[in-house]
């Protein structure tokens, strides 16, 4: 039984993202949030209530959190707790792979500067911080948490009673929420590189669609969509999806194949009659 909905949230304001010289005296797991972020964490916590109690869902919904190791995380997913009931929650894991992209130890303010002015020119995904990850070392990590993700569901480890819309919470840090998103939906590099990050404790929804795919279009709109920064290809892909049969093949998707290959001719007589020409 699959989970009604899969929720990536991204932690609440940290200090580091109040004064990024925190970072240059606190290791990075152990920046805490400030008092905005816990407000913003208990403001998440209720809106997240009202999203999996709305309408069309079912009254015995549940909610089980995966959550990364990190302080900041941690402190976010505890304030959220204040607005759910014992009942709602049938469980939570602390998740390492679901960590924010190590930058490197303590973080030298000047250098990390410099550092971060390099990536912009390299490329955020490939890019990797010194004694730190890239981005293409985050996604190696989250491929590695789908398998287990899948394996937790179709063995039933959540303890999920089939009868009940089960909710996916994630509580995770803004690029590896959209690592995950990317590495779910076979976005490319290229579109990755285009995504914004989330908000401090702004959640993304991914819901079943009526034929079994999961899809942002099936809560979110495609204004919301566009300003996260997906193309107008991407939201058509979404809202595909929203319908679609699970395991079907959008034809339509023009990364797919269109955006590998110059041409693809449409039948084998048409690559012998090409050779044909080259031939004579």
Same mark, same amino acid.
């Given at each position: 039984?699959?989970?009604?909905?899969?929720?990536?949230?991204?932690?609440?304001?940290?200090?580091?993202?109040?004064?990024? *010289?925190?970072?240059?005296?606190?290791?990075?797991?152990?920046?805490?949030?400030?008092?905005?972020?816990?407000?913003?964490?208990?403001?998440?916590?209720?809106?997240?209530?009202?999203?999996?109690?709305?309408?069309?869902?079912?009254?015995?919904?549940?909610?089980?959190?995966? /959550?990364?190791?990190?302080?900041?995380?941690?402190?976010? +997913?505890?304030? /959220?707790?204040?607005?759910?009931?014992?009942?709602?929650?049938?469980?939570?894991?602390?998740?390492?792979?679901?960590?924010?992209?190590?930058?490197?130890?303590?973080?030298?303010?000047?250098?990390?500067?410099? /550092?971060?002015?390099?990536?912009?020119?390299?490329?955020?995904?490939?890019?990797?911080?010194?004694?730190?990850?890239?981005?293409?070392? /985050?996604?190696?990590?989250?491929?590695?948490?789908?398998?287990? +993700?899948?394996?937790?569901?179709?063995?039933?480890?959540?303890?999920?009673?089939?009868?009940?819309?089960?909710?996916?919470?994630?509580?995770?840090?803004?690029?590896?929420?959209?690592?995950?998103?990317? &590495?779910?939906? &076979?976005?490319?590099?290229?579109?990755?590189?285009?995504?914004?990050?989330?908000?401090?404790?702004?959640?993304?929804?991914?819901?079943?669609?009526?034929?079994?795919?999961?899809?942002l279009a099936v809560h979110h709109t495609a204004q919301e969509m566009l300003e996260w920064g997906? *193309?107008?290809?991407?939201?058509?892909?979404?809202?595909?999806?929203?319908?679609?049969?699970?395991?079907?093949?959008?034809?339509?998707?023009?990364?797919?194949?269109?955006?590998?290959?110059?041409?693809?001719?449409? *039948?084998?007589?048409?690559?012998?009659? &090409?050779?044909?020409?080259?031939?004579?």
């Amino acid at each position: 039984m699959l989970p009604k909905r899969i929720i990536l949230m991204r932690h609440g304001e940290s200090q580091g993202n109040l004064d990024t *010289s925190a970072y240059t005296t606190t290791p990075d797991h152990a920046i805490q949030l400030t008092p905005q972020g816990i407000q913003q964490a208990r403001r998440a916590g209720g809106d997240l209530r009202r999203l999996m109690s709305g309408e069309e869902c079912s009254p015995e919904w549940r909610a089980y959190f995966y /959550v990364s190791p990190y302080a900041r995380t941690r402190s976010t +997913l505890r304030e /959220v707790g204040r607005r759910l009931s014992r009942k709602r929650v049938i469980g939570v894991r602390e998740e390492s792979r679901i960590r924010e992209q190590d930058f490197g130890n303590f973080q030298i303010e000047d250098r990390m500067k410099a /550092v971060k002015e390099t990536r912009e020119r390299f490329g955020r995904f490939f890019y990797r911080f010194p004694e730190g990850e890239s981005a293409a070392d /985050v996604f190696d990590r989250i491929s590695s948490f789908f398998e287990s +993700l899948w394996r937790d569901l179709d063995m039933n480890r959540l303890r999920h009673d089939p009868c009940n819309d089960l909710n996916l919470v994630i509580v995770s840090h803004g690029l590896t929420s959209r690592i995950f998103l990317m &590495k779910w939906f &076979k976005w490319t590099v290229e579109q990755f590189e285009h995504l914004n990050n989330f908000g401090n404790c702004e959640f993304r929804v991914m819901q079943l669609g009526t034929g079994g795919e999961y899809s942002l279009a099936v809560h979110h709109t495609a204004q919301e969509m566009l300003e996260w920064g997906l *193309s107008p290809e991407m939201i058509a892909d979404q809202k595909w999806r929203a319908t679609a049969c699970r395991g079907d093949w959008n034809d339509q998707c023009p990364w797919y194949l269109d955006a590998f290959f110059d041409h693809l001719p449409d *039948s084998d007589d048409e690559i012998a009659e &090409k050779e044909d020409e080259t031939n004579t």
